[in-house]
Nanobody, 123 residues
Framework: QVHLVESGGGVVQAGGSLRLSCAAS????????VGWFRQAPGKEREFVGT????????RTADSVKGRFTISRDNARNTVFLQIDSLKPEDTAVYYC????????????????WGQGTQVTVSS
């Protein structure tokens, strides 16, 4: 019953940056962890990062650490994924999801999913 909407994707040159947003419709993220996943064509769904709304704790995948930053905006009830130094291999559909566990990294722990936003990185 939690409706999530991602936005901020687009086509960016390698080395550029994007800031993705995940907003919950009609409620706050209080009590949830909010995760980011990505899936490229023909690839498995990959964990990117997650944040605990209540404790402001984050966890990011080693593969993106140093380039990807997850944060929240309390006033806007929004979670952000800042992506810097984009690489062509970052091209994927990026999804946000909500879980009741603390900072889970597996997709099966997330029960509410957005529809995704496309990130395309050109060479």
């Amino acid at each position: 019953q939690v409706h999530l909407v991602e936005s901020g994707g687009g086509v960016v040159q390698a080395g550029g940056s994007l800031r993705l947003s995940c907003a919950a419709s009609g409620r706050t993220f209080s009590g949830y962890s909010v995760g980011w996943f990505r899936q490229a064509p023909g690839k498995e769904r990959e964990f990117v990062g997650t944040i605990s709304w209540d404790y402001d704790m984050t966890r990011t995948a080693d593969s993106v650490k140093g380039r990807f930053t997850i944060s929240r905006d309390n006033a806007r009830n929004t979670v952000f994924l800042q992506i810097d130094s984009l690489k062509p291999e970052d091209t994927a559909v990026y999804y946000c999801a909500a879980a009741l566990d603390l900072l889970p990294t597996t997709a099966t722990r997330y029960h509410y999913w957005g529809q995704g936003t496309q990130v395309t990185v050109s060479s």
